[in-house]
């Protein structure tokens, strides 16, 4: 038999002996490049029964995509794990990075356990995978840790089938494998092995800033509770306001701080470890500056042994942020850190393994106990998806330019990669088309098909002309940014049927060359209509006003007051501007001078948070929705005046009604609940349509919360993404998508 999907890195083959043991079948197991493949002989009662076991209960990290049976009249006298096999195809799924189980966690605190204190203790169960890996087979050789042979106790585990680091290719100890070690600034090694953890927690303890590496990048991290520390941290990061994650030694110091559900929970001490946003309690002692003017905080607990060491002496949590310059790639290797971070931290804990791909943290929410991924990386990806029909062709779809992804499709089989950052530095772009080379390389896969957005200034279609250029017998293929949205909600719930579809996000190339964001579609998998969309206003200075949300709050003033009226307005919001720059930027809005037309709920969030003096400049995309929905009163009913003329969404009223409200937290409040409110009476309008959420805006946990209770209540299918996230990163799946036969 051929078992397909995440069957390798994980604990299968040991699993599969141990389960032909235990019916007495003889035979073997062993992987290739596209699966597993299993023989056995004996009784046919055993064979079901084997079956089904395989079927059912498999080991926590393996996901059995299917399951090819042929009958076989070969007969075998003993049951073993043969050699990796190869083949021309290579198709299985790579699994991600796992944060470490129980049991090695027991074994670096037990002092009787030759792994006691060894910090990149991990077994079949838990440890490093994508990022060690560089192709398949799944074995040893394929891994950065090709170069360390195994020492007698870890051979004697590898080759013994009662033990669950049986085949456990990324095993190893003290003794034989790789180990920590601290530098200082002045690149001086300075301690090493578990000397190097007590020492990096002490210098937390006293107020240092340490890059610390994971298992997918470097961390910088220092204490929470530190006040000069953090505003050190922000001043180089240039990272005024953007929230902090935070890493808790436990659940039980983490319920000092915050608030959580036993959901919540369950994620957080879940075998991916994500960081999930949680409500942070009154009265606790981290510090302001980790995520100031918002009531909430992302939390993640210890993902390795490393972690957990740590944590043996420190007193308090930590902050854990991507280590990186702004606008790059999470940095993997000490060197980088000495290049790019030297004048930041003090000390670096690195350790001699390397990191073959790179994966940021995973950040999710629970709403309405459906978990919403505001990125979707280290623990969850690279996703696999098996699709009903088939690829005839092997595709690369290149996804969006902020939150970027790929994915590739051959057979019934899509694989989209971890969150790659936004691609709008040099450093992200060369990382971008690295991931690209790697992951092709792996697979050995040669494109035939090449997919898309519209946008022709995105670096990934850029890319995608220049990968034509070099092979013009490429097919290219562009898929509208919105749409591309909807097909990715299609593609994880495998749809094909018409749908009702609310893409609401920042920006996106729309098919009449203006910037969509408010987008109201019909849509299956082969075509889309334009129901809906939100009415058009300029964006003064083009992606300046994406920075500056006065900008667009000023153009909606130019749409509804003459230019006297609004110098005589006595709005605080207009104080941010000088009268002759008003009157410059009126100019720009009357002449269409780099001043593009939108329809985008994501500037229209914009505009609210700056009329209502809530915010002018932006220093981070999704801030001003995040403000928005921090000031959100659920004891506020009420909503703005919008009116919908000729399939156009007109906000007029709305703005006008702003203008009159003092209350900032009125004005979040009515806001969201007429955003929401508008998505109700468009999907009343077309009550024999399924729903489905997509695009960045629907990470608004409030937001999305109101939706799906009002729907639940009237019995209303809504569809969104839970496996990949809602916002840019599920581009590339839903372009992919679009190329399936039926």
Known sequence: ????????????????????????????????????????????????????ELKNNPPPLVVIEDIKIEDSNKQFFEFK???????????T?????????????????????????????????????????????????????????????????????????????????????????????????IASKIDAINLASKYINDGKILAIKSMGGFHIICDASNDKTIIKLREFKKRATKPFAVMFKDTNILKEYTKYSQIEENILTSKQRPIVLLEKKENQNISNFVAPNIKKIGCFLPNSALHYLLFENLSKPIIATS???????????????????????????????????????????????????????????????????????????LGANQKSTFSIAFDNKIITTPYLGDLDSIASIENYKKTVENLLS??????????????????????????????????????QHHYAHVLAVLAENSLKDDVLAFVFDGTGYGDDK??????????NKKEYKRAYHLKYFKLLGAELAIKEPKRVALSLLFDNFTLEEILDLPLDFLNSFEKSEIKILYTLWQKNLNSPLCSSFGRLFDAVCSLANILHIQEFEGQTGL????????????????????????????????????????????????????????????????IVLSGGVFQNKTLVEILLKRFQKINRKVYLGEKYSPNDESISLGQVYFQLEN
Not at 150 to 164: A, G, I, S
Not at 627 to 655: A, G, P, R, V, W
């Open 81 to 91: 794990i043969e050699n990796s096999n190869s083949c021309d195809n290579k198709t």
């Open 442 to 479: 792996f697979y050995d896969f040669v494109p035939e098909i090449i997919v898309c957005d519209k946008h022709p200034k995105y670096e990934s279609t850029k890319f995608a002309f220049w990968l034509l250029d070099k092979n013009p017998n490429l097919e290219l293929v562009q898929i």
């Open 627 to 690: 403000y928005i929905e921090n000031l959100y009163d659920e004891n506020i009913k009420e909503f703005f005046s919008y009116e919908i003329i000729n399939n156009t969404i007109d906000f007029s009223k709305m703005i006008k009604e702003i203008l009159k409200e003092k209350d900032k937290r009125i004005v979040a409040s009515k806001f969201i609940n007429t955003v929401a409110n508008i998505v109700l009476e468009i999907s009343n309008l077309h009550k024999d349509l399924p």
């Open 93 to 189: 799924t790579i699994p991600p990075d796992i944060a470490i189980c129980k049991d090695c966690i027991d074994d670096i605190f037990d002092k009787n356990n030759f792994r006691y204190r060894y910090s990149l203790t991990n077994c079949t169960n838990c440890g490093p995978r994508y990022s060690i890996i560089k192709t398949v087979p799944y074995d040893r050789i394929n891994t950065s840790l090709k170069d360390f042979s195994l020492c007698k106790k870890c051979q004697n585990e590898f080759e013994n089938p009662t033990n669950r680091r049986y085949h456990a290719q990324a095993i190893s100890c003290e003794d034989c494998g790789p180990t920590t070690f601290l530098y200082d600034s002045k690149q001086t090694l």
């Open 323 to 397: 280590a990186n310059l702004n606008g790059e790639p999470i940095i993997t290797t000490k060197e980088d850190i000495f290049l790019k971070l030297n004048n930041l931290v003090d000390f670096i804990l690195d350790y001699n393994r390397e990191i073959l791909n790179s994966c940021d943290d995973s950040i999710v929410q629970v709403v309405n106990e459906k978990i919403i991924k505001l990125r979707n990386s280290r623990g969850y990806a690279p996703n696999s998806l098996k699709v009903a029909g088939k690829f005839s062709k092997k595709i690369l779809s």
């Open 514 to 523: 203006n910037i969509w964001g408010g987008e109201v579609f019909i849509a």
């Open 1 to 52: 038999m051929k078992v397909y999907g995440t069957v390798q890195g994980v604990g299968f083959r040991p699993f599969v002996y141990n389960l032909a043991i235990k019916y007495n079948l003889y035979g073997y197991v062993n992987n290739d490049n596209i699966g597993v493949n299993i023989e056995v002989s004996g009784k046919t009662n055993d064979i079901s029964s084997f079956l089904e």
